[in-house]
């Protein structure tokens, strides 16, 4: 059996309603994990919660404790993430992972952006990841270590025209992942990235408005070089896999799940 040992295991997990947050949310309860999720609106949590739950039951066929809680936060702001890791810790006693998955695509070209919108998606996709990562680090400390998993995109290593500003953002979230890589290793705390390509998710849903997101994923698709658009529950799994007693070699480094779509490593 291959056991990847985070039953018991406390997770946090930022921007975990729906989408790829969601399956990773599930993945690690399916595992036994205890789980916390975060968003902005608590009738979303609400119904995620739910759902995990009864997905999570409906799959190990048993009557199994399962423990997902969500609580709201809105992670660009400073008191919300205190707050959310006050809860979080209270609630299971410590943390041992951390999934800054919070984030939304915002790709436009320089002259079209002003400084208010370089702004935003600053204190979503790096600050957010600071902030959380200072807050749970003593509790990581206290357990022996830990594992934080810091969500990105291709365009972080590689940007293309007209990514601004998320391609600065997440280059600065890889420099981030490999910096407290190489400041807490002697502690057990590893971090690492995940760099997402096109993968299904909430928000191709929504940009499909009216239309079958079938017909646009199979678009996406030409552009991947194995030919099709991810599943949620993929990223789900590396996540697990990286946080994970089989992962424990692993870190500071940023790995690409795009199908090949990244002209780099």
């Known amino acids: 059996m291959f056991d990847l040992g985070l039953k018991n295991k406390v997770v946090l997990i930022t ?3 729906d989408g790829l947050g969601r399956a990773t949310a599930k993945r690690f309860a399916l595992e036994g994990a205890k789980v916390v999720i975060c968003a902005r609106r608590a009738d979303h949590l609400l119904q995620a919660e739910d759902d995990i739950i009864k997905e999570v039951s ?4 048993q009557d199994p404790k399962i423990e997902v809680v969500g609580y709201p936060a809105d992670v660009t702001d400073a008191e919300d993430c205190l707050k959310l890791v006050s809860n979080a810790t209270s609630k299971f006693g410590g943390i041992d992972f951390l999934i800054n998955n919070a984030g939304a695509s915002a790709a436009e070209s320089l002259e079209k952006l002003d400084e208010a919108e370089w702004l935003a998606d600053f ?3 790096v600050m957010s990841a600071v902030r959380l990562s200072k807050l749970v680090i003593p509790f990581m400390r206290k357990r022996g270590g830990g594992c934080i998993i810091n969500a990105s995109i291709g365009g972080g290593k590689a940007p293309a025209a007209g990514s601004l500003p998320t391609s600065v953002m997440r280059s600065a979230g890889l420099n981030l992942t490999k910096s407290l890589a190489n400041e807490f290793a002697s502690e057990q705390i590893r971090v690492n990235a995940v760099c997402i390509g096109l993968i299904k998710s909430m928000q191709w849903v929504r940009r499909a408005g009216n239309e079958d ?3 646009l994923y199979d678009e996406m698709a030409k552009r991947v070089p194995l030919g099709r658009v991810g599943e949620a529950e993929e990223y789900a799994d590396l996540v697990a896999f990286l946080c994970s007693e089989r992962a424990t070699f692993i870190t500071g480094t940023a790995i690409n799940l795009d199908g090949g779509m990244c002209p780099v490593v």
């Open 213 to 215: 997101p079938r017909e």
């Open 58 to 61: 409906e799959y190990l066929g």
């Open 15 to 17: 921007g975990g309603s």
């Open 123 to 125: 204190h979503l996709k």
